[in-house]
């Protein structure tokens, strides 16, 4: 079940997974724009960088550069999608409902369309054309 999950083997039309593939493109690219910033100035960030799960500025940085650097490139290619976006969707959840609380909606607005985008994707899926879509293809031919 879990793998079936994880590497869907029923992808959905092509229509559909064109328009998957291109918001896969657009909003990893986007995304992983952020985790190269932040992977670029991780000294001056490492020390001033928020902490709300109170494991240090160091390791709340480098889980947001893996979420939204490693997991965006997985999001990205379709490889282990759904593994990939529990991460991408957790940084969201944690910029827009802790780290920007109490700031206006203007700032965290931004946080708000990832989350509500990448929770969408989510639940529908990578479409067919991703890795995880080919894996499944020669698994069940096997």
């Not at 550069?65 to 290619?77: A, D, M, R, T, Y």
Request: proline fraction near 5%; aromatic fraction near 14%.
């Amino acid at each position: 079940m879990i793998y079936r999950f994880l590497f869907p083997s029923e992808p959905s039309g092509t229509k559909n997974s064109l328009f998957l593939l291109a918001v896969r493109i657009i909003f990893g690219i986007l995304l992983l724009s952020h985790g190269i910033q932040k992977w670029s100035a991780y000294s001056e960030l490492s020390s001033v960088f928020p902490d709300p799960l109170g494991v240090g500025s160091h390791i709340s940085l480098s889980l947001a550069i893996f979420s939204e650097l490693i997991c965006s490139i997985g999001f990205i290619f379709g490889v282990l999608y759904r593994l990939a976006m529990i991460p991408m969707i957790f940084t969201m959840i944690m910029a827009f409902f802790v780290i920007h609380a109490k700031d206006p909606f203007s700032v965290k607005e931004l946080a708000f369309v990832y989350l509500v985008v990448f929770i969408i994707m989510y639940i529908t899926g990578p479409g067919k054309y991703a890795l995880d879509n080919i894996v499944a293809s020669k698994k069940i031919k096997r």
